[in-house]
């Protein structure tokens, strides 16, 4: 059991397709998961399983690996002591989860956006630039400079769960190129498409940062850790001034404009 | 009935019989790195509260409490106050504010007894740091007369 401890979940999902089916159990969201790097042995931590949770889905996992004879399940080393499942955020991991908020929000409205994409028009042409001008300036810039500059520094940049993290923010990037190009090429089926996966990706992304990455990063901070990404995240604030106030009023903007077309409609 | 019989902190309990009698062996050493330490006497702006984490606690709090020099004070800036019996308490607002404006301190953390009175410390410090243009993460922390932790989350 201890060689597959080591393995990544990927290679273990692949070699052993049942095992999804006890992740999706244990809602560990590792199946859908682009990278999948991580190990095995690292999941029960990163998604704080209560110890008997970890012995009985390790027993399930070994009992799809040796089927025919019994195994002894190891023990897997923590680092901190598994707490209860209610999620308390500290101050400045609650203001990255505040700032997703405003993220969701857009993301919520792609779908509304695609139906009623007009890439012949300037107006048409002109809500898509907005719409990545807002993830560029708030979700990436803004937000991802706060959890690239600040937060990730804190841990080491080679753990698998943070560079899953950060090669998300790449693929986000790799859309938004991709929709500017094809927005200048007047491609309506690319930008549609485009949106699309950014959208799928940023949901999948803020479910796995709000619901594991940010509450096992809290539960390895200390208060003086605490106090100073709250101070640095601040200073991020001060540098972007009036940022998050002009894109929170486009998203607001954007929500009324598509009220108002469903009350036409 | 004297004046404070009906009032919970001032309610008599006797906890003689409460868990075991365990004696700590070995000198546990002082985690306390200044002086004063009473709100009212001291200086918010004294070099040892520069950037530090600051813990409040009530005066009850280190005599229930049989870990508080290693699991509470260690690292920290302290001062203590009696939210019930302290007068002038207006210094006390002043003084929050004075750490979180001159002295920037990292975090602020409340630590308090379960009765009620002793909430008043923390409504103080909340009231503090929402008034000031500096902000900092606030933790509460609530401790049973047996000393144990009740409960621990941020408050602000």
């Given at each position: 059991m201890e060689e597959y401890l080591n393995k990544s979940i990927k290679e273990i999902i692949n070699q052993f397709p049942e095992i999804a089916d006890s992740l999706n159990e244990y809602n560990i969201?590792?199946?859908?998961?682009?990278?999948?790097?991580?190990l095995l042995k690292d999941i029960v931590e990163i998604h704080n399983l209560l110890p008997e949770e970890e012995q009985e889905l390790m027993a399930r996992i070994a009992g799809v690996i040796y089927p025919d004879r019994e195994v002894k399940i190891p023990e897997i080393k923590r680092k901190n002591e598994a707490r209860p499942k209610e999620i308390s955020y500290s101050p400045p991991m609650k203001k990255l989860v505040d700032e997703h908020t405003l993220i969701k929000r857009w993301v919520a409205m792609i779908p509304e956006v695609i139906k009623n994409?007009?890439?012949?028009s300037e107006e048409g042409r002109q809500l898509v630039i907005d719409g990545i001008e807002f993830i560029r300036s708030y979700?990436?810039?803004y937000h991802h400079a706060k959890e690239e500059e600040?937060?990730?520094?804190?841990?080491?940049?080679?753990?698998d769960i943070i560079k899953t993290m950060c090669e998300d923010h790449e693929t986000g990037r790799a859309h938004v190129r991709a929709m500017l190009v094809a927005l200048d090429k007047r491609d309506k089926k690319a930008v549609s498409e485009h949106l699309q996966a950014y959208q799928e990706l940023l949901s999948e992304h803020i479910k796995k940062e709000d619901e594991i990455l940010y509450p096992w990063m809290d539960r390895s901070f200390t208060i003086t850790r605490v106090g100073e990404l709250f101070a640095k995240f601040n200073e991020k604030d001060e540098e972007f001034g009036d940022v998050p106030k002009r894109c929170e009023g486009f998203i607001n903007k954007l929500e009324g404009k598509i009220k108002l077309t469903e009350v036409v409609k | 009935m004297t004046e404070l019989e009906g009032c919970p902190g001032a309610k008599m309990v006797d906890?003689?019989?409460?868990g075991d009698q365990e004696e700590t062996t070995g000198k546990v050493t002082s985690q306390l790195k200044q002086w004063p330490i009473q709100l009212h006497l001291i200086?918010?702006?004294?070099?040892?509260?520069?950037r530090a984490d600051v813990l409040l606690t009530a005066d009850c709090v280190a005599y229930a409490m049989g870990g508080f020099h290693p699991e509470?004070?260690?690292?920290k800036s302290i001062a203590i106050a009696c939210p019930k019996l302290d007068e002038g308490q207006d210094v006390y607002s002043a003084k929050i504010k004075s750490w979180l404006e001159?002295?920037?301190?990292n975090t602020l953390t409340v630590l308090i007894m379960?009765?009620?009175?002793?909430m008043g410390l923390l409504n103080l410090a909340q009231e503090a740091v929402q008034s000031s243009a500096v902000k900092v993460p606030i933790k509460a922390i609530i401790v049973s007369l047996?000393?144990?932790?009740l409960s621990e989350q941020w408050a602000m």
């Open positions: 969201g590792c199946v859908p998961c682009g990278v999948g790097s991580c994409l007009d890439v012949e979700a990436d810039k600040v937060l990730f520094k804190c841990f080491d940049e080679g753990l | 906890l003689r019989n409460e200086s918010p702006t004294a070099p040892y509260y520069e509470q004070l260690k690292g001159d002295a920037r301190i379960q009765v009620p009175c002793c047996q000393g144990e932790i």
